[in-house]
């Protein structure tokens, strides 16, 4: 008889507000796995994996020496090995946590169950984990029989919370390695408000064909706003050290603008800082003379300002 799993118990990811670490070679923005310490192309599902990762060992306290990748696993009629994302060991190194890593526009559903199910036939965890970086699926395994985890089991439990501290989002990209001295607090705060909540919609995007200088490809803080249009606002750090602050609009669901802004340029009040991008070509212009933005107010503040200067040339 085939056995069933059931998804049922959905939760919000534990990789909601955590984000991989970055590092720049050759001017090419790679992922950074701070315990094999290696680089990785940016892949979605690889940047599940350490997002989750950082959750275990930032909050639940998992010790990054009982956290092993890719470990190879042989299942009856399979031609060659398969690997498993993560696997998290207890005390006595015995396999305590497996987990299965998607991309966010994956769904994860039954098949998703059975291949983790066929995993720890050969691996032997107590408990499961599904997770796509926006939905987490959580199973307990034991006498043979796979059964979903109404919550987070106690062992992952959050015993600690980031400190969200400078040197968090500069590993992450967000700020770079160069920031202008007195605008170091304020990107750290910016970046603790738009991207250091778990209920905020954050999304990656990938912009392809420009310069690495305005590090357009990472996570947008996403703004619903009128006429179905949304503005997506990031805060990332380009391979020569400096901070960006990039913004794009999106109207219909069809990207039709967006700037992008030096921000140290902007602190060192050097014109022009921004350009804007869009089917009429290129802008430079000023972005404090053409927002309400200051270092002074939130960057949630100034998206009305932001859309409409972003519509004037779309």
Known sequence: MRRTYKIGSILLSNALAHYPQFRFRDGQKLLWNP???KTFVIRPEERVRLALVDYLTMEANVSTSRISFESPVKLAGDKSSSRTDIICYDQD???????????????LDE???IQIARYNQKVGAPFLLISNGMLDFWFKSEDDKVH??????????PNGSPEYASLYWEERAFIGSKPAPKIR??????????????HQPVKFLNFDGFSPEFALSHYYRIFGQPENSKIGLSISANPYGGSQLNG??????????????????LAEDVHPNTEIHSAQGVKKLDLSKRTDFN??????EIIPSIRQLLLTFS
Do not use: W
């Open 35 to 37: 315990i094999l310490k």
């Open 148 to 157: 979903a985890c109404p919550e987070i089991p106690e062992q992952f439990q």
């Open 93 to 107: 190194f015995k396999p305590l946590l497996l987990v299965e890593c998607k991309a966010p526009d994956i769904k």
């Open 185 to 198: 607090s304020y990107l750290t705060e910016q970046c603790r408000l738009l991207f250091g909540e778990a």
């Open 248 to 265: 794009v609009l999106n109207q219909n669901g069809a990207n039709t603008a967006f700037f992008t802004t030096s921000l140290n340029l």
């Open 111 to 113: 098949k998703a169950a």
């Open 295 to 300: 270092f002074e107010i939130d960057l949630a």
